[in-house]
């Protein structure tokens, strides 16, 4: 147990992290097995017994592989494709369906999907293929151990999570749809047009849910409605107007009359299906509240404790239970605290003081001194764009601090960072959150790893303890490359980490121990942390989001552990900017497999 500590702690308010903004895409193990089953019997490929022909190698048989499956994935909707391709004609892909994708509920599908995958795994000698092709081959292994396990979970889903749920992602996602040629805006209206259905198969899945007691909560209801509220308030100043003029400008391939026509169908489009869309999933999500058996964590509901396990080995990239995440947490607790009492002469309230004072001018400038600062801590990087923009004021509270758009793995030169001005407290927040997004964070993390060409397969998996555990180290690091003294860094530095160690543990209090508002209420006041609003806030958005803050804290956790693992191995040849190196090179993947194949690129 964590001693209690006569230190406060500075709560930061933080009520949501920032994140990057996944390419909206899903893999459904049921949608595979075709590939599996067509590829299996490709002559060219294999023989009758799966084995490999005389003049194919295994590694190209192999890649013959994970690039059917690629393309099989990313064409199966029109944003799965355009945001992960820029030129999909490259690989063979004309173009995919105007729609969103599919809401997931057949277990067996599921399940059948998962068997042929497998089958098609085991007819390869992985002995025999690259290191590059191994490490592809372990994640593919370990998502199909993944999915099987969750299969019979699908109904504990919730697509409306009020951090990452349908209804707040949605209209940014459609923000930030690039027209390359005018094709793609006459797509993009085409899957404006899809979303009523779209929402519809998100209503009918929550009937669903309602009908088998797994509904959300009354509190959930609640915040989901007043996200879709918030959407729809908006009216004409509905960033989904004014940005579909921008996209047409930037792209250069519309005359002013061909502007006019599209700016006309794009509002009739949302006028007539959109903001319909949005009234009925609040319609429907008014009639369902109070339909829901469980009013805490997720726990509370039937094989609640087992979801949530499989919820965050999946999400997380972990195989420890939740108790040893716990202990796991706690010890890195107690090396902080230790820490802070370590520093002398210095306090909290004084870093927080000083940090309030800090100026650091633009984000456009504290990106550019972030990236000079990281020159000797971390490899070089291609040369590449960002724009930074705002998160529009209507929505800022209903979305994250920041996130990052990640680009389409062919044209990794074009990257977005949004900024919500309305959850920056100060300069040091902006400065600490754009390392998160920028660099070292995801930004720089999706560059370099883009430089070294790895299989496309690899970008339809979401490893979310790697991609926001790295972020999270990279923001911790940040702290140093502040102009603050570094004894202030460290107090600030310490104490941001013991935060997101008590939100961590408070997120698996909640849903895997049973925790109330009042143990809530009380585990934060040991901690100094005693407003009650916040602590409420706090419940509320991890009850909304079971398992999120863990992708930050373990994940960060778990990078600390392996660099203290590769720092032992190296001993006096111990290089941080080799570690970062070696852990960036293999690439967002289960740690376990992070682990075994990060000395492979031991320099």
């Known amino acids: ?52 022909g005389s003049s194919v190698s295994e590694d190209e048989r192999f890649e013959a592989y994970t690039r059917e499956v690629f393309c099989s994935e990313v064409s199966a909707n029109a944003v799965s494709l355009h945001y992960t391709l820029k030129y999909p004609q490259e690989y063979g892909i ?32 992985k002995n025999k293929l690259s290191v590059e092709n191994q490490i592809t081959y372990d994640v593919l292994q370990s998502y199909l151990d993944s999915a099987e396990r969750s299969a019979e979970y699908l109904w504990y889903d919730e697509p409306l999570g009020t951090v990452s749920g349908v209804q707040t992602q949605l209209p940014v996602v459609l923000s930030e749809y690039r027209f390359y040629e005018k094709e793609d805006a006459d797509t993009y209206l085409d899957l404006m047009r899809s979303t009523g259905n779209y929402f519809d198969e998100v209503i009918a899945f929550e009937r669903g849910k309602s009908e088998k007691g797994l509904f959300m909560s009354e509190k959930l209801a609640d915040a989901v409605i007043e996200q879709c509220q918030a959407f729809l308030d908006m009216g004409n100043g509905n960033y989904l ?71 965050v080995d999946q999400s997380v990239g972990t195989k420890e239970s939740i108790v040893q995440l716990e202990e796991l947490t706690r010890r890195q607790m107690e090396d902080d605290i230790t820490a802070m009492e370590g520093v002398l002469g210095a306090k909290v309230e004084e870093a927080k003081e000083s940090a309030a004072d800090m100026k650091q001018g633009t984000a456009e400038l504290i990106l550019k001194k972030l990236s000079d600062g990281i020159e000797k801590a971390f ?35 074009e990257n977005v960072i949004y900024i919500n001005q309305g959850q920056m407290r100060d300069d040091l927040s902006l400065f600490t959150t754009l390392a998160h997004e920028g660099y070292p964070g995801h930004l720089y993390q999706t560059i370099f790893y883009e430089s070294t ?69 009380a585990f934060f006041a040991k901690y100094g942390i005693s407003d009650a609003e916040t602590i409420q806030k706090i419940y509320d958005l991890i009850l909304g989001s079971p398992g999120n803050y863990l992708k930050y804290y373990i994940g960060y956790v778990k990078f600390l552990e392996l660099k203290k693992c590769w720092a032992e191995k190296m001993g006096e040849d111990f290089s941080q900017k080799e570690f970062h190196r070696a852990v960036l090179s293999v690439g967002p993947a289960p740690f376990d497999v992070v682990e075994t194949y990060m000395w492979n690129y031991a320099q």
């Open 379 to 413: 490899p070089e990087t291609p040369d590449t764009t960002l724009e930074v923009k705002y998160v529009p004021k209507e929505m800022e509270e209903h979305l994250s601090p920041a996130f990052y758009m990640i680009p389409a793995i062919d044209n990794s030169r």
């Open 241 to 311: 107007y004014s940005t579909f003029v921008e996209r047409m400008r930037e792209s250069g391939k519309f005359t002013e009359e061909e502007m006019g026509e599209y700016t006309k169908k794009n509002a009739q489009v949302i006028e007539e299906v959109v903001c319909p869309a949005y009234e009925r999933l609040m319609a429907a999500v008014r009639e369902l509240k109070g339909t829901g058996k469980n009013e805490e964590g997720l726990c509370g509901l039937p094989q609640g404790q087992e979801y949530y396990q499989v919820l």
């Open 1 to 52: 147990m964590v001693r209690k500590c006569s230190m406060r702690f500075w709560e930061k308010k933080e009520e949501q992290r920032s994140c990057t903004m996944q390419r909206m895409r899903k893999i459904c193990v049921a949608g595979l097995f075709l590939v599996v089953l067509g590829f299996g019997g490709c002559a060219e490929i294999a023989d009758e017994n799966g084995k490999a």
């Open 94 to 125: 004309e173009s995919a369906p105007a729609v969103y994708g599919t809401v997931v509920t057949d277990e067996q599908a599921v399940k059948a999907g998962v068997e042929n995958m497998e089958k098609a795994l085991i007819t390869f000698e």
């Open 453 to 521: 060409d790895p299989d496309p397969v690899r970008s339809i998996f979401n490893f979310g303890g790697y991609v926001e555990g790295w972020a999270t180290y990279a923001e911790m690091c940040s702290y140093y490359l502040t102009p603050l003294p570094k004894e202030q860094a460290t107090i600030l530095q310490k104490n941001g980490s013991v935060i997101l160690a008590l939100y961590a543990l408070a997120d698996m209090g909640i849903h895997y121990d049973g925790w109330s508002r009042i143990d809530t209420t």
